[in-house]
């Protein structure tokens, strides 16, 4: 028997769905940037959306409700940067979104005053903006709904975001807290990895007994 170490699992393409209000996929996505750093790894960021996930929802609370109304905006504006300037402009406006939202701790000065802050961070026309208000069933929102479609369609409609795709095989989350670094980022990869080679896995979870910890 060899006491050769097993070489690292790695796969080519991970896609990722995201909804930048969501705090447990800013997680997972911190997480799969360290991936990123020790795994032999292309990720593809998707655009899916809490806030048509729960149209129809007549029991969801009030506060939560309205925090849909205006999560809206956000998955609006980025789907018109990808539109029109570029693929590549999905993680950066993620990432400069979410970090307003999140680690930041500032949605309580409202998403859009957020976002606005973000195209000028990350150097994208201003009026970019002006698609926040957009008429349901316009091209933007066709756009939005099919990318969460792609995402929500491969999981199910009892899961929430983020979704991420191994090697094809996509599940929701990892839900995870604090997002692993370095190599103990890769090990959950390789695991995340092997139980989605498996036909007939679908589901581990627990009961989340702490918040998210964005350091």
Known sequence: MSSEATAPVTTAVADFWFDPTCPWAWMTS????????????TVRWHVMSLSVLNEGRD????????????AWGPVRVIIAAQQRHGEEHVKTLYDAIGTRIHPQGRRDEGLKVLVV???????LPAELIEVWDNTPGDEIDTALRASHAEGINQVGEEVGT???????????GP????????????KLWDGAVLVASYPGFYEIKRTRTQGPVFD
């Open 59 to 70: 029991e969801l609370p009030e506060d939560y409700r309205k925090g849909l109304e205006e």
């Open 175 to 186: 839900v995870i807290t604090p997002a692993p670094r370095g190599e103990e980022a890769g």
């Open 30 to 41: 911190r997480w799969i940037g360290e991936v990123e750093k020790v795994r032999d790894i």
């Open 162 to 172: 983020p979704i991420v795709a191994f090697n094809g095989t996509a599940f929701f």
């Open 117 to 123: 802050e973000a195209l000028a961070e990350v150097g």
